[in-house]
């Protein structure tokens, strides 16, 4: 199973989280915020790397055979709700992975290079990530984007026999 687990705070990378998932036949799960703080606290708590409580969502990778971890950029960094998400899960040792980001303005090449240690520390192997941009994403002009990375997962994703 190919996992795509996303946050979203304002539906741009929910959009192409669903792309994604459409591609490559891939499960999504939203990592939802237990409350939402406000936008300048969640900024400074992203730019200083902490968590935030997340609602349950699928942690346990045993049965996943290729994790996309879909973020966007805040303050060159994650959002909250995804490092905690990435600091609860388990189950992941030599999994192959993925990052998209999607962002308004710059910080990608940090916030993938997050993900990447924090997943890499547990044993994970990084396969490639792609970056969409806010205004493509409200045009509707970020197709090319998807689809040139879901050709990078969906060979590695085919479960071993």
Do not use: C, Q
């Not at 705070?9 to 999504?28: D, I, M, S, W």
């Not at 703080?37 to 996943?64: H, S, W």
């Not at 996309?68 to 990435?86: D, F, G, H, M, Q």
Request: charged share 25%.
């Amino acid at each position: 199973m190919i996992l795509i687990v996303y946050y979203s705070g304002e539906g741009h990378t929910e959009k192409v989280a669903t792309a994604l998932a459409e591609k490559v036949g891939g499960r999504l799960a939203r990592i939802e915020p237990v409350s939402e703080a406000g936008m300048f606290r969640k900024g400074m708590m992203a730019m200083f790397g902490m968590r935030a409580e997340i609602r349950p969502v699928k942690t346990d990778l045993a049965d996943v055979d290729f994790l996309v971890v879909a973020t966007p950029v805040w303050s060159r960094k994650v959002p909250p709700y995804v490092n905690e998400y990435l600091s609860k899960v388990t189950g992941a040792a030599g999994k192959p992975f993925s990052v998209l980001v999607e962002m308004s303005g710059s910080g990608a090449e940090s916030a993938v290079e997050i993900v990447r240690k924090s997943l890499e520390a547990k044993g994970m192997r990084f396969v490639s990530s792609a970056v969409t941009v806010e205004s493509d994403v409200d045009a509707g002009r970020f197709g090319p984007t998807i689809e040139e990375f879901a050709r990078t997962i969906a060979p590695i994703a085919v479960p071993a026999a």
